[in-house]
Every structure is written in C-alpha cells, then in structure tokens.
C-alpha cells in the first residue's frame, strides 16, 4: 500500500499563503539551490503526485516550460523535467483534461477514488494542496507530512489546513536544517479515526 505526504513551505505559525493567491511565491520563503535540490531530490523519488486544481495549474503554468528555459539554473530545469514527466492526479471537479502524464479525478467519490489509487500504489504520492490534504487527512488517509518551515511568523493567511481545529498526534522520522534558516520537518501522523 501506498502512502500520502502532504508536502509544503510553510512558515513558523504553519501559514502557507500570506495573501490570497500567492502560491508559494511569497517574499516569505527561502528558497535557495540547496533547498531546490533537496525538493528535486524528494520529488524525484515519489511514485507519484496528487495535487488540487490550484497547486496543480500554478504548477502546470510554469515548470514545463522551465524545463528548457536556458537562462533558469539547471537544478530549476531539472525540477521542470521532474514535475512534468511524473504520473500525476489532478483532484478537481471542473478540469476535464490535462496534460504532462496526468490523470484527472473528480466528483463526489473523488476521496474513495484517491483511497483505492492509495491501496494500489507502492511507494509515496505527494500531496499538494491544503483543500485537498484537510479532506485526505478528514477521511483517515492522510499519512505523512514533510513541511518546510521557513524563519518568518506571518501571523495572518491561509493554515496548513483548511477547516481543521482538532489535534494531530504525529511522530517525527526527520528533520534537517539548510544554511538560509529552513528546517525540513518530516513527520508520520499516528492512526486517527476518520470524522
């Protein structure tokens, strides 16, 4: 059986947006080329990436045209390649197609299907998007979370989870730090009952 990790940049009062609509661009984040190439690292060893309709078109509107962007860094291009040439789901209700290796999931079973596409799997599926790990982590299926914290209090924005205010037991597996302040936190969230 496959696992779910939720993986996300987020800063020390787990906010992961200051201002609507910033997808992961804000002046917040430190993100630097050892920090990049230990994303690419960890993207690079997912079976697969399962990403809400906003993270998975920010995503879509970039990286695969980056990959052959020649004034970029070659680890910004390598993250291109691997975010393109990955198998991935797109959860939405409204998207009919996509395109870079991507299967679309939607409707009212969308978490049944992702539960079934969990048991089918070997290896980690990365999960993008905090709508869609709230839901995830709701329905019992959530099993890991890997968060960048970046050294900044927000104080205001969208949480790492949307609509959540109940406690979460989890165990840490690792953590690391990188020279501009992050820390990688890398955590196995215990057995919880479904709500």
Known sequence: MGRFLYWMNVSLDLRIEQVPGDNGAGEWLRIDEELHREFNARARALAG?????????????????????????????????????????????????????????????????????????????????????????RAGILDELLLFTHPAILGFGRPLFDDWDLPIDLDLIEQRSFKQGVVMHHYAIRETSPC
Do not use: C, N
């Not at 209700?93 to 395109?99: G, I, K, L, P």
């Not at 870079?100 to 939607?106: C, F, K, L, Y």
């Open 49 to 137: 990436m399962v990403q809400g309709r906003v993270v998975y078109e920010t995503m879509e509107e970039y990286w695969p045209s980056a990959r052959e962007d020649a004034s970029l860094p070659d680890f910004m291009r390598e993250y291109g390649e691997i975010w393109t040439s990955a198998p991935k789901v797109l959860v939405s209700r409204t998207r009919t197609s996509a395109d870079h290796d991507t299967r679309i999931i939607g409707g009212d079973d969308a978490i049944a299907q992702l539960a079934t596409l969990r048991a089918e799997t070997t290896g980690t599926l990365g999960v993008g998007g905090a709508t869609l790990a709230t839901q995830l982590l």
